[in-house]
């Protein structure tokens, strides 16, 4: 069997063995896809014993490609709301997020100097503490680029493995921790989120008006749409017992039934004072000549373009009440930019609809067919990106993003555009899934290999045992500062707490056990999804800045 064969032979037999060893779980906990490198790590001292021969260039490249792989699909994920989620919304607890990553770095770097660690044991130790693979790609990465042999990185995924298992530990330890500390009630912690933001959803609002303004009347309906303003929509109107679609010369008159769609009360009561007062008048297109239909946008012509392009109100008797882009709705104005998949809430006749929605594709199948074409460009790109060499003084050779930052942000500003012509870079969330997976597996089996020949020998021998103490600091020094800091002063709901603990350290396992606290209440699950896009980017650049500083420092 040659070398190549025997290679792929033995990565498939420690992606076999982790993934099952990850799928353990004692009391809903797991390692998950962290259980690869366990497997690689028992694999790799075995091989060495037996003194079996890897192709070394072959490992090498499934590694690199493997992380291409899952930091662009990362990207693509993260993408669409990762500007979203710095807005004031989710500000507070992004903030609380990144005090956690940069106490993180603080202390790791507090002990690399206390215990004179090498720059790559602290960097492993680092990435295995706060629970994130890609920051021990970066870590790898930015050593590499700074002119460190091969065989030196390979000491990252011995102090990751070290760290690990607490790291996930730690974080379950800081939730308890503070539920005993304050003395929780979580049912009344899930009730107060049930009152504040937890019945609050990203969809908007809709109100029916009745025209009582005389001044509105005899007036066209594009002169009340701007009085109104471009973020409230009215979708219909019914006049003289007729529900109608709004077109911009039809005439309004005292009297006359609208169904205003805003963002927000505030923008509705607004338009309110302008038209007359709210009723309970219901404005429903049953058993009428209207309907309402949901219509994809998948037809590649017109990605890219503002629906005032389109002029589909003028050529159709048809309005768009809201559009619907990533679970996120929103009023769809004439300055709305289309991107592939979002979806338009339609009303009109039904002959009119059915030519909109062909004009604008409505091939729902699409959304699950992968374009290879944009995936290869972005990869191309970020590889570019991350090449790129610049040049700081005190540096042995210019600095580079290398595979783990290029990619990445590659991906969230074409994830952010959504579309350049008729390329566009949506991609379904199963296939996203199957190739970031994949990608992880193969990283995490190779470092796992590399690193297996010395696990042992560290762990009883060596320094493994200190390895891990300092991997607790790392992890439980910025979770309870943290965490106190949002429970006492901030006064954070505690489920969210542990949405937002679990979420600065990328753990899926933690929010898992964050969930079951509550099975019922979606805080947790929330609050990990805000601060998630953010993290997930600092904790890929953390170690690239760390060992830059630590490098210039020496």
Known sequence: MSEVALSILVLSAVAVIGLWFGGIKVRGVGLGIGGVLFGGLFVGHFIKQFGWHL????????????????????????????????????????????????????????????????????????????????????????LQELGMATEETTVLGLGYAMA???????????????????????????????????????????????????????????????????????????SDG?????????????????????????????????????????????????????????????????LSELDLKHSFDVIISRLNRSGVELVANKDTILQFGDILNIVGPSEDIEKVA??????????????????????????????????????????????????????????????????????????????????IVLFLAVVGINSGANFIETLVEGDGLSWMFYGAFITLIPLLIIGFIGRYVLKVNYLSLCGLMAGSMTDPPALAFANSIHSTSGASALAYATVYPLVMCLRILSPQVIAVLLWVAA
């Open 164 to 238: 690990y298992p607490f790291g996930i530990l730690g974080i379950l330890l800081t939730m308890w921790i503070i539920r005993l500390a304050f003395r929780i009630d979580i049912e009344q912690e899930a009730e107060d989120f049930d009152n504040t933001k937890g019945k609050k959803k990203q969809s908007l609002l809709d109100i029916n008006v009745i025209i009582e303004n005389p001044n509105l009347n005899g007036i066209a309906f594009s002169e009340l749409s701007k009085l109104i303003g471009e973020d409230v929509i009215c979708s219909r109107v019914k």
């Open 242 to 306: 007729e529900l109608k679609v709004p077109g911009a010369d039809m005439l309004m008159h005292l009297g006359d039934y609208l169904h205003l769609v805003g963002p927000n009360r505030n923008k509705l009561e607004q338009a309110t004072l302008i038209i007359g007062q709210e009723i309970n008048e219901s404005l429903s297109t049953k058993g009428t000549l209207l309907r309402s239909e949901r219509v994809v946008v998948t037809e590649e012509r017109i990605l890219g373009k503002k």
């Open 358 to 439: 062909k004009s604008l594709g409505n091939v729902r199948s699409k959304l699950q067919h992968v374009q290879m074409l944009p995936i290869f460009i972005g990869i191309g790109l970020g590889v570019l990106l991350g090449s790129m060499p610049l040049a700081i003084p005190s540096l042995p050779a210019p600095l580079k993003l290398g595979l783990a930052g290029g990619p990445l942000i590659v991906a969230i500003i074409l994830a952010r555009i959504g579309s350049i012509g008729r390329l566009y870079w949506f991609m379904p969330p199963s296939a996203n899934l199957a190739l970031r997976e994949i990608g």
């Open 55 to 142: 192709d070394p260039h072959a490992l090498h490249f499934i590694k690199e490609f493997g992380l291409i792989l899952f930091v662009y699909t990362i990207g693509i994920q993260v993408g669409p709301g990762f500007f979203a989620s710095l807005k004031a919304s989710g500000l507070r607890l992004n903030l609380l997020a990144v005090g956690i990553v940069v106490l993180g770095g603080i202390t790791a770097v507090a002990l690399h100097f206390i215990f004179d660690l090498p720059l790559n044991v602290f960097l492993g130790i680092y990435s295995g503490a706060v629970t994130n693979t890609p920051s021990l790609a970066a870590g790898q990465q930015i």
